[in-house]
C-alpha cells in the first residue's frame, strides 16, 4: 500500500460528512461539508504487465499521456468525459459509446484501496486475476460514487491503442436493415442509431476496416466515412433498456433519440419514461451503504442510491 494512502484515511477520519472531490468537472460539494481530495500520481506503468497504478486523485489525461507514450490507454470512458480523474470517472461508472467494442469501464478496475466510513483501509482485487481472492469489490465501487469507500489508490488494466479507429454513417437505416447491419459486423466498437441513420465506428488494422466496408457496400448499405460521431450526450437524458429491445425503443421515437446499439443506452430530448426501483434491489443497496458505511457520512446524497 502507498503510504499516502494512510495519510488520506487519517484525513477523513471516522467521524463527520466528508465529501470527496475529483475535478469536480460534474458534481459539486454540498454546502458546508468537509471536503478532500483522494491523492494523485501514476506510481508505477508496467506496458508488459498491461496494469498501471495510480492515485485516484490523478487526472484521465495526464494518465492518458502517461500510456499514451507506450501505445497503450486504459478504458475509462474518456472519449465523452476527459477533464475528470480517475476517482471521478471509476465512482460515477459512466462509460463512455465506444463500450460495445471496448467494454464497460468497470472492467478496468484490478484493484482499489479505500476508506470506507469506519476511516478503516479496504483493500479489493489485486493486480493479476490470480492474486485476487474473497468478494469483488473492484465490480461493486464502480458507479457507487464514492458511497462504499473514498477512493485512495487504484490499479488499472491496460491495453493497446487500436492503429485505427474511424467512423462511418450509414442512411437509410430501416429496422430491418439494422438488424442486417448488426450481423455483418464483426466487433464493431460502436453502433449509434437514430431510426434512420447510424453512425458505426470500427478499431483495429486499416486493412481490416477496409475490407469490412467494402463488404457493406458491396451488400447495399450506403457507407461514407466521417470525421465524428455526433455526440450522445448533447441530449438532455439517457437511459437504459434490455439491448434485445433497442429497435423496439427507437421505432417508437425515429429521429428523436439516438441509441447505443448492443449495449442499450439511450439519449434522447425526452425524459426516462417512468420506472420503479425493484424494493429487492433497493434493499441490496441499503444493506451494502450499511456494512461500508454506517453512518451514511461518504459523499452523502452522491448518486441518488436508493437506501439513503
Ligand atoms: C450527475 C452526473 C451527471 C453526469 N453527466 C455527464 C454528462 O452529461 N456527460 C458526460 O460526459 N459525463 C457525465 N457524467 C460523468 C462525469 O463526467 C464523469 O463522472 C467524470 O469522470 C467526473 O470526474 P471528476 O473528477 O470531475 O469527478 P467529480 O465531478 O469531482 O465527482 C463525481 C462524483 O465522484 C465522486 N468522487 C470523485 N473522486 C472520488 C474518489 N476518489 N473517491 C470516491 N468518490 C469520488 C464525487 O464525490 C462525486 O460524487 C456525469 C456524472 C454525474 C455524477
Redesign the pocket.
Known amino acids: 500500500m502507498n503510504p499516502r494512502t494512510a495519510v488520506f484515511a487519517e484525513e477523513i477520519g471516522a467521524n463527520g460528512e466528508v465529501?470527496?472531490?475529483?475535478?469536480?468537472?460534474?458534481?459539486?460539494?454540498p454546502d458546508r461539508i468537509r471536503v478532500v481530495?483522494?491523492p494523485a500520481g501514476v506510481d508505477s506503468f508496467q506496458p508488459d504487465e498491461m496494469t498501471v497504478s495510480c492515485g485516484?486523485?490523478t487526472?484521465?489525461a495526464e494518465l492518458d499521456e502517461t500510456l499514451r507514450a507506450r501505445g497503450q490507454y486504459v478504458n475509462?470512458?474518456?472519449r465523452?468525459?476527459a477533464?475528470?480523474?480517475?476517482?471521478?470517472?471509476?465512482?460515477?461508472?459512466?462509460n463512455?459509446h465506444l463500450r460495445l467494442g471496448r467494454g464497460h469501464l468497470r472492467e478496468s478496475l484490478l484493484e482499489v484501496h479505500?476508506v470506507d466510513g469506519r476511516g478503516d483501509i479496504v483493500k479489493g482485487g489485486g493486480p493479476t486475476v490470480k492474486n485476487v481472492s474473497g468478494f469483488d469489490l473492484c465490480r461493486l465501487v464502480v458507479g457507487a460514487?464514492?458511497?462504499l469507500?473514498?477512493?485512495?489508490e487504484v490499479t488499472l488494466r491496460t491495453r493497446p491503442i487500436p492503429p485505427a479507429t474511424r467512423w462511418f454513417r450509414l442512411v437509410d437505416l430501416s429496422t430491418t436493415r439494422v438488424v442486417e447491419l448488426i450481423t455483418r459486423l464483426h466487433r464493431p466498437s460502436s453502433i449509434l442509431w437514430d431510426g434512420r441513420e447510424a453512425w458505426v465506428c470500427l478499431e483495429g488494422h486499416p486493412s481490416d476496416i477496409d475490407s469490412t466496408v467494402l463488404d457493406l457496400r458491396r451488400h447495399g448499405f450506403a457507407t461514407e466515412e466521417v470525421d465524428e460521431e455526433p455526440e450522445p450526450?448533447r441530449r438532455?437524458h439517457?437511459w437504459s433498456v434490455p439491448p434485445s429491445r433497442i429497435v423496439e425503443h427507437v421505432s417508437a421515437r425515429v429521429g428523436r433519440v439516438l441509441a447505443e446499439v448492443g449495449v442499450g443506452v439511450i439519449h434522447s430530448d425526452e425524459k426516462q419514461p417512468e420506472r420503479s426501483i425493484d424494493p429487492a434491489i433497493a434493499g441490496i443497496h441499503h444493506r451494502l451503504l450499511s456494512s461500508f458505511d454506517p453512518d451514511r457520512r461518504?459523499?452523502p446524497g452522491?448518486?441518488h442510491l436508493p437506501g439513503r
Open positions: 465529501w470527496v472531490r475529483g475535478a469536480g468537472s460534474r458534481v459539486g460539494a481530495s483522494a485516484a486523485g487526472s484521465v475509462l470512458g474518456q465523452r468525459h477533464s475528470g480523474t480517475v476517482g471521478g470517472a471509476v465512482a460515477t461508472g459512466w463512455d479505500m460514487h464514492g458511497r469507500g473514498a477512493l485512495a450526450g438532455p439517457r461518504l459523499n452522491a448518486g
